[in-house]
């Protein structure tokens, strides 16, 4: 993966005051990594993969998931889990 490709997350993820607890990779090749958090539009924010890999490295267990997938855990200390999305 392109470590300068462009992803979705939020301005609580990207201040580090929110962990990354679910990650999308969606058919469209677009990636996102969210919190716990309820988010709307103004929450939004773009990074690169390599500033997420920064902020948390542990992501990088789950880089590797298909399209249509997602990984999700409880806490940054838990494993990931991964899914298929509908």
Do not use: C, P
Request: charge should be negative; aromatic fraction near 6%; charged fraction near 35%.
């Amino acid at each position: 993966m392109d470590s300068n490709k462009a992803v979705i997350t939020t301005k609580n993820i990207a201040n580090k005051q929110s962990e990354i607890l679910s990650v999308f990779h969606d058919l469209d090749d677009d990636w996102q990594f969210m919190g716990i958090e309820n988010v709307t539009e103004d929450d939004a924010m773009v990074l690169s993969i390599n500033e997420i890999i920064e902020i948390d490295s542990t992501v990088k267990d789950v880089l590797d998931i298909d399209l249509g997938y997602s990984a999700h855990r409880k806490s940054k200390k838990d494993k990931w889990t991964i899914q298929k999305d509908e």
